[in-house]
Nanobody, 119 residues
Framework: VQLQASGGGLVHPGGSLSLSCAVS????????MGWYHQAPEKQRELVAM???????TYADSVKGRFTISRDNAKNTVTLQMNNLRPEDTGVYYC??????????????WGQGTLVTVSS
């Protein structure tokens, strides 16, 4: 299983970016799909998660600004980030939980994409 994240970059405060993560390989089913943020010298933290069936959850700091969505047909997950703040700066990682045909799940991480919010 491979995850390819894209969409990071430099943006001014108040700006927007869209991150995308494409999952490829031998996949029976994808359960959770999510994005995590790791600010400089801090631990990785959950930003947003979508589980199969459409339920989503967000960190309090991004509610109302970020939107996560998934395309099950294309095995992609997207994070639309609006009204970005300097504290949103960091590396964003996508993570998926894959289920094999026997009910066993495993976590898979993308390589990370850098978002810099600065004037």
């Amino acid at each position: 299983v491979q995850l390819q994240a894209s969409g990071g970059g430099l943006v001014h405060p108040g700006g927007s970016l869209s991150l995308s993560c494409a999952v490829s390989g031998t996949i029976f089913d994808i359960n959770d799909m999510g994005w995590y943020h790791q600010a400089p010298e801090k631990q990785r933290e959950l930003v947003a998660m979508t589980i199969r069936g459409g339920i989503t959850t967000y960190a309090d700091s991004v509610k109302g600004r970020f939107t996560i969505s998934r395309d099950n047909a294309k095995n992609t997950v997207t994070l639309q980030m609006n009204n970005l703040r300097p504290e949103d700066t960091g590396v964003y990682y996508c993570k998926v939980v894959i289920e094999d045909g026997a009910g066993i799940t495993s976590d898979h991480w993308g390589q990370g994409t850098l978002v810099t919010v600065s004037s």
